[in-house]
C-alpha cells in the first residue's frame, strides 16, 4: 500500500512545524512524490544532513510505503 500524501505532510509537520512544505504527486499513482521542504532547522546543514533529516521524519517509510521521493530542501 502506497503512502498517502497527507500522512507524509503530517509527519513532515510535524517534524518541522515552522517549515514551508510543497508536495506533489508526480505520476498521479500515490507513489512518486516529489517534496521540497524550507525550514530555518537547516540552517548551516549540508544537503545530505538536511535530507538526512527529512528521511528521518518519514519515520522508516522511505522505501517501504513511500516508493519514490524526490526531495529538495532549503534553509529559510
Known sequence: MAMQADEIEELVKTAF?????????LAGDGDHYQLTVISPQFAG??????????YAALQ???????????LKTAAA
Do not use: E, F, T, W
Open 60 to 70: 522508516g517509510n522511505m522505501g517501504g510505503k513511500l516508493h519514490a521521493l524526490a
Open 45 to 54: 546543514k549540508s544537503r545530505i544532513a538536511q535530507h538526512q533529516m527529512v
Open 17 to 25: 512545524p515552522d517549515a514551508q512544505i510543497k508536495l506533489v504527486d
